[in-house]
């Protein structure tokens, strides 16, 4: 897979773990359906972390749940090297 293909599934599923987080506190306020958390975990494992922890941070939502600032912690970490490893794949093969 080339480093946009890439690049752009690991954007949209950050949008998407963002909006998700908001639109779960908008209807927790609101007293309405809420999203599940199976849901807002899984966008944030699955690559969408950076996308999680700012909702978190922005939304001021979940933060006291420990098993989303993990998830969303290793959500990041996994972003990162994933990104950094499609970047340097060429370097990263020739030294092998």
Do not use: C, P
Request: hydrophobic content about 60%; proline content about 0%.
């Amino acid at each position: 897979m080339s480093l946009k293909v890439v690049w752009s599934i690991v954007m949209l599923v950050n949008i998407s773990a963002f909006i998700s987080m908001l639109l779960d506190k908008y209807y927790a306020v609101k007293g309405k359906w809420r999203i599940s958390e199976f849901f807002l975990l899984s966008h944030g494992f699955l690559s969408g972390g950076i996308g999680l922890l700012m909702a978190m941070v922005i939304g001021r939502h979940k933060l006291s749940k420990v098993k989303f600032r993990v998830i969303a912690t290793v959500g990041t970490f996994v972003d990162i090297l994933l990104l950094t490893i499609l970047i340097f794949q060429d370097q990263i093969m020739a030294s092998f």
